[in-house]
């Protein structure tokens, strides 16, 4: 398969979400000696981009989302690997500590929103479903976060992304990380009132919220 | 001579206008017990089966006048267990946990699948599910020895396609199934179909009128699979379903449920044989346009908001809400009103009341609105 060929396929295979296929066509391209940033950036980014609109659109529904971003991810894991072997490191757009809340054990939207964000370059530490305050503010210290990023999926755990802000202006370290919410129940309105930095409705306006924070 | 509630439901469904729109409502447990606690006196006269398995009603549906009561079997009745317990197993080895929440009439509680039985690919292999022998069918007896003449009676056999397919094998993992692992879903799903066939088929023999099955395919405002997913992986199963049930009993009727938006989907239910859609959410749907629409071909179940109007309104708005649902759902027949969802135990003492005498007050057919 020609190099041209083999980057073609990989834009599409992630497209059609293909996880098995878009891995095997990642270790092509690093055995035919694609430049593994620039797939990354060049094939799987807008890749993924378009899974996005064609869901806002309407034309893909989320088993098709999640299916393209499993194999985008199962690419980026073997190019990033790469990359880091060669002793260059990935320009990070910055770091991300993100979860869903106490209480909560929804996954799937933020799973994607964090998806997303590694494509696009983001270092991203998932510290997963059901997470305490304890948890999400240490792995902040820990990893010097950039952001931080809370999912709710019910009115009732909504309150505790508050709590999480609450706790980070307790321990003094509010102005040191920015941070965004989401989740189908949250609201701009409930990101202003709790004091949060951002507040997206969907996983492709949350990198594009996260981005703009890093500018801010 | 005033007609039954049995009656009035079979002339909506046959979508022709009876005396008046029939009703019905379901509460969460914890408001059931509230109304139990606050029209004690009342339901001390009622017979009946004082207690339900898993969902306490009957007296209040007596007392409440409700046309239509129903009767829950099947995968779904793990939702909400009478139990001291905070997490619990079913009989078909799902752990639920219960998580609680505040609100101005006291805690109440929601549940949630924290450990799916199938969720590692080779669990089917060694998997038994329950034998549908041992479902207890004394409750459905009872009430349509009681109650079967007089009121309709829905036996409830739902979430058994897809949604068994979410409870079996876990959300995340069911929808990449639905696309990625066509044979693994289709075994589940046929595993849970065989089962609540044969639940559907005892309760016909028990004399039920109406069969209720259920499917969660929409989200708020979007499909959560597209149609060519649910026409290839869910369609056949519902249509074979309804197909062996109607063959066992031609008159029996049948519902389909699904929460949010699925307007892309009616014509296909129709196209199975739903005669009842259920419930309309109208914050996903505009039930005026669904009648308009699809209204001579399915009959419409519910469309009161337990999102928003009957839990945050006033009195007032729920009055609005019931009097714009008669006027655009219930000309023609056709039109069970309902609330959307279980009442919710954050919904008013006065709300509930502004429910059920609003629809006495504007119920009457023909409609005046």
């Known amino acids: 398969m020609a190099i041209e060929e083999i980057k073609k396929e990989l834009y599409n295979n992630v497209l059609s979400g293909d996880f098995e296929l878009t891995k095997e066509l990642a270790l092509k391209a690093i055995s035919e000696g694609v430049n593994p940033l620039e797939a990354i950036n060049s094939y799987l980014v807008p890749a993924i981009e378009l899974v996005g609109e064609k869901f806002g659109r309407k034309e893909y529904f989320l088993p098709d989302l999640m299916r393209s971003a499993n194999a985008m991810k199962s690419a980026l894991d073997i190019f990033e690997t790469e990359i880091h072997k060669s002793g260059i490191e990935r320009k990070s757009q910055g770091k991300i500590v993100i979860g869903t809340v106490k209480g909560d054990i929804h996954e799937i939207g933020k799973s994607i929103v964090a998806a997303l964000l590694s494509a696009k370059g983001f270092d991203v530490i998932d510290v997963g479903i059901d997470v305490c305050s304890d948890i999400f503010i240490n792995k902040v210290i820990e990893k010097k976060a950039d952001i931080l990023a809370m999912s709710a999926l019910l009115p009732i755990t909504m309150p505790y992304q508050a709590a999480v802000i609450e706790e980070l202006k307790k321990r003094g370290i509010r102005d040191k990380v920015k941070v965004m919410v989401g989740g189908a129940p949250v609201t701009q309105e409930h990101a202003d009132k709790i004091g949060a930095d951002g507040y997206a409705d969907n996983a492709v306006d949350a990198v594009k919220l996260a981005e703009s924070l890093m500018k801010q | ?369």
């Open chain 2, 1 to 369: 001579m005033a007609i039954t509630s049995k009656e009035r439901m079979q002339i909506a469904m046959d979508h022709k206008e009876p005396d008046r729109v029939p009703y019905q409502a379901t509460f969460v447990p914890e408001m059931d017990k509230l109304l139990r606690q606050k029209y004690a006196k009342e339901i001390e006269r009622i017979k009946g089966k004082t207690t339900e398995k898993y969902q306490g009603m009957t007296e209040l549906d007596i007392l409440f006048e409700h046309d239509m009561l129903l009767l829950t079997y099947g995968i779904s009745t793990g939702y909400y267990r009478n139990t001291q317990e905070d997490t619990y197993m079913d009989e078909w080895g799902i752990t639920w946990r219960k998580i609680p929440y505040k609100t101005p009439n006291g805690i109440g509680h929601y549940t949630e699948i924290i450990k799916f039985p199938l969720a590692d690919d080779d669990a089917i292999n060694s998997y038994v599910p329950p034998d549908p022998d041992n479902e207890d069918m004394t409750y459905a007896e009872e009430v349509i020895r009681y109650y079967g003449k007089e009121k309709y009676i829905c036996g409830i056999i739902d979430c058994s396609v897809f949604e068994a397919l979410k409870y079996l094998r876990g959300i995340t993992q069911s929808l990449i199934d639905i696309v990625a692992n066509k044979d693994l879903a289709h075994k589940i799903m046929d595993m849970s179909v065989d089962y609540h066939l044969k639940l559907g088929f005892k309760l016909i023999e028990r004399g039920v009128d109406l069969l209720w099955l259920a499917d969660d395919l929409g989200g708020e405002h979007k499909l959560l699979i597209s149609p060519k997913t649910f026409r290839e992986m869910v369609k056949p199963k519902l249509g074979y379903m309804i197909g062996e049930l109607k063959k066992k009993n031609r008159n029996i009727k049948i519902a389909f449920h699904s929460d949010g938006y699925i307007e892309p989907l009616i014509d296909d239910l129709i196209d199975v044989g739903v005669d009842l859609l259920n419930p309309i959410q109208p914050e996903s749907m505009d039930p005026a346009f669904i009648k308009k629409r699809f209204g001579s071909r399915i009959s419409l179940w519910a469309t009161v908001s337990t999102q928003k109007t009957l839990p945050f309104g006033t009195p007032q708005d729920v009055e609005n809400e019931i009097k714009e649902r008669i006027k655009t759902c219930a000309p023609g027949g056709g039109f069970l009103i309902a609330p959307t969802h279980n009442i919710q135990l954050d919904t008013s003492f006065e709300n509930i009341e502004a429910f059920y005498s609003s629809i006495k007050k504007y119920g009457s057919y023909p409609v005046k609105l």
